[in-house]
């Protein structure tokens, strides 16, 4: 219950995992209640039951169709199609419930794009409902947001929004040198995606979330007042 401090306390789980994990980089429930969790430190992607507790094993270690060597992150793509990323062999792999595909993603580089480069798997960041995935372009002005439909090349992202930069020279590869450095445990821009694929981006100064609608329309909320 809320108290006059406006401390809330944790509410009861409704269920507890029956083993410890390293490292949850990422949690995904699946439409049977089931849920898929990836740990990079222990280098496994595992099925849980709706109670949490251990199912199985998903997929292998290895470079071959459908296996991994470093899960990372994972992606939710509609229905019960995720996207994990594999760092170390440098792929995203695909799970249809807990089951590999022998297909891995096509990150929208090769010599049928324009542009010829690929997606870079860490600048990735989130995904929607509808099947897109979100990855950041990082400049001295600015970070730009762009939604990119798989499939497509990587030139064909579509931009969404940007969060302002602090300066400083771009040395590629989301790396800028020099500029203004944030203080110490300063307030930051933050944003996410829902799955109707609606951006919301959190400004820090003022307090104010902006949301970007799928059609580009975008909506600021009231400046959050706070001590």
Do not use: K
């Not at 222990?42 to 998903?58: F, P, T, Y």
């Not at 899960?71 to 995720?82: A, C, M, Q, V, Y």
């Not at 996207?83 to 419930?97: K, S, Y």
């Not at 829902?194 to 400046?223: F, K, M, S, Y």
């Amino acid at each position: 219950a809320q108290s006059a401090t406006g401390v809330q306390g944790l509410l009861v789980p409704d269920a507890v995992a029956s083993e410890g994990f390293t490292d949850v980089a990422g949690l995904r429930e699946l439409q049977d209640g089931r849920v898929l969790l990836v740990d990079p430190q222990e280098r496994r992607i595992v099925l849980l039951g709706s109670d949490l507790a251990h199912q199985a094993e998903v997929g292998r270690q290895g470079q071959g169709p459908g296996e991994f060597l470093l899960p990372h992150r994972l992606f939710p793509l509609g229905t019960d199609t995720t996207a994990v990323v594999d760092r170390q062999n440098g792929r995203i792999v695909l799970l249809v419930g807990s089951s590999p595909l022998s297909r891995h993603m096509d990150l929208g580089g090769g010599p049928g794009c324009p542009g010829g480069a690929p997606v870079r798997l860490a600048s990735i960041e989130a995904s929607d409902g509808t099947g897109n995935l979100y990855f950041t372009l990082t400049s001295p002005q600015a970070v730009q947001i762009l939604r990119w439909r798989p499939g497509s090349c990587a030139d064909e992202a579509e931009p969404v929004t940007s969060i302002p930069g602090r300066g400083g020279q771009d040395m590629g590869g989301g790396i800028i040198l020099g500029g203004e450095l944030p203080p110490p445990l300063g307030p930051e821009h933050a944003w996410a995606v829902d799955p109707g694929g609606r951006v919301a981006v959190v400004h820090p100064a003022p307090w104010q979330v902006e949301i970007t609608l799928p059609d580009g329309q975008r909506v600021t909320g009231p400046v959050i007042e706070h001590d």
